[in-house]
C-alpha cells in the first residue's frame, strides 16, 4: 500500500467510526408540527380512522443492546383520543433474558400549537407471571389530549446480552 492510499484508508477509517458513533448516541427529536399537521381534521386515504400515523422511527444499537422507538399521531375522532393511553410491554424469563423499557418521554400538542409535556411517572402492570416468564407493562396516559391533538412518545427498549 502507498504512502496516499495509507492516508486514504486512515481518513476513511476515522470517518466511518465518527459516523458509527453519532449514529449510535443519537436520538429522536422531537417533531415541530406544521401548520397543515395542527389543522389536520381527516386521512382522505382512511376516511373515518381514529388517528394516523405522522411519523414512526425505530433505531436499532447492536452494540449497547438496544432499541430506541418514537411514535407521533394524529388524534382525528373521539376514539383516536384512545391512543393515549399508553401500554408498552416488557418481559423478563429465567431461560432467555429479557428487555425493559426506559426513557420514556412524550408531550400532546394541541391544534393551536400549545405544547404539553408529560411529566409523570409511568407505572409498572403486571401482566403474566408462570414457569420463569414475567410479562409487565409500563403504562402512562399522556396530558390533556383532545381531538386535533398530535401525541408523541419516545423510549429505548434495552435487551439483555
Known amino acids: 500500500m502507498t504512502p496516499t492510499q495509507s492516508r486514504l484508508a486512515t481518513r476513511l477509517t476515522f470517518v466511518l467510526c465518527l459516523f458509527a458513533f453519532v ?28 388517528a394516523v400515523y405522522l411519523y414512526r422511527e425505530e433505531i436499532t444499537n447492536d452494540a449497547l443492546h438496544s432499541w430506541s422507538k418514537y411514535i407521533r399521531l394524529k388524534v382525528l375522532t373521539e376514539r383516536g383520543k384512545d391512543y393515549a393511553n399508553v401500554e408498552l410491554q416488557q418481559y423478563s424469563s429465567r431461560d432467555d433474558g429479557g428487555y425493559t423499557i426506559t426513557d420514556i418521554e ?45 401525541i408523541e412518545y419516545r423510549y429505548v427498549l434495552r435487551y439483555d446480552d
Do not use: C
Open 106 to 150: 412524550g408531550r400532546t400538542i394541541h391544534p393551536d400549537g400549545t405544547i404539553i409535556p408529560f411529566t409523570g411517572k409511568p407505572y409498572e402492570k403486571l401482566l403474566e407471571k408462570s414457569n420463569g416468564l414475567k410479562v409487565e407493562a409500563k403504562v402512562f396516559t399522556l396530558p390533556d389530549v383532545e381531538v386535533g391533538s398530535i
Open 23 to 50: 449514529a449510535s448516541s443519537a436520538r429522536a427529536q422531537w417533531t415541530q408540527p406544521t401548520q397543515e399537521e395542527l389543522k389536520m381534521t381527516s386521512q382522505p386515504e382512511v376516511p373515518g380512522a381514529p
